[in-house]
């Protein structure tokens, strides 16, 4: 490989990487906010996880118990040359209840509660923003509870849990279909379709 074919891949690879950005969203079970992000052209990966507790490590058995603090994450890698942050943000209000206090549809647990953690200074005032602006929009007679929150450190699911959706098809529709989330969309989202 010469010199030229060298530099190119490098800068192939490096480009790659400088369009490439973190968000993260807590929307209750994070089977359910995979697919959403995933379908987004300029998404690169979804990857279950959770953020935001006291523990320096966490596990789904600490997490779903409560113990650990954390929540039940996505984090999406995206190009945001293809999709804006404001877009993602737009996906996660349309799959939450952002008035819900004590989780996220039929889980309950502040484990399931709904957040937006931001990467950085720009993220923190595009959620703000949204989320003002939603709650000014008077779409929910109640208040808008879902905190914006500085990311903390990401801990990727266990394997099991990344594209259950895809995996565990029935088991996740079953579950999809009984969790309410679908009627809340279907309910409060269904013009913006």
């Not at 779903?64 to 942050?85: I, N, P």
């Not at 990311?151 to 995996?167: R, W």
Request: one cysteine or more.
């Amino acid at each position: 490989m010469n010199k030229k074919n060298i530099f190119l891949l490098f800068f192939f690879f490096y480009s790659l990487c400088a369009s490439a950005d973190v968000a993260t969203f807590a929307g209750g079970c994070f089977w359910c906010m995979e697919p959403p992000f995933e379908k987004l052209p300029g998404v690169q990966s979804v990857i279950s996880g959770y953020m935001g507790g006291s523990k320096d490590k966490a596990n789904y058995k600490d997490v779903s118990s409560g113990a650990s603090k954390h929540l039940e994450v996505v984090q999406v890698t995206f190009d945001s040359k293809k999709v804006a942050y404001k877009k993602l943000v737009e996906v996660f209000w349309m799959n939450v209840d952002p008035t819900q206090t004590d989780g996220q549809f039929v889980d309950k647990g502040d484990q399931y509660k709904s957040a937006i953690f931001y990467h950085s200074e720009e993220q923190k005032s595009t959620a703000e923003d949204s989320k003002e602006k939603l709650g000014k929009s008077k779409r929910y007679k109640l208040p808008i509870y879902t905190k914006v929150l500085k990311a903390m450190p990401f801990y990727p699911a266990e394997d099991y849990h990344q594209d259950y959706y895809k995996k565990s098809s029935f088991r996740y529709k079953l579950y999809r279909v009984n969790s309410g989330r679908d009627d809340h969309i279907k309910k409060y989202w269904s013009k913006e379709k």
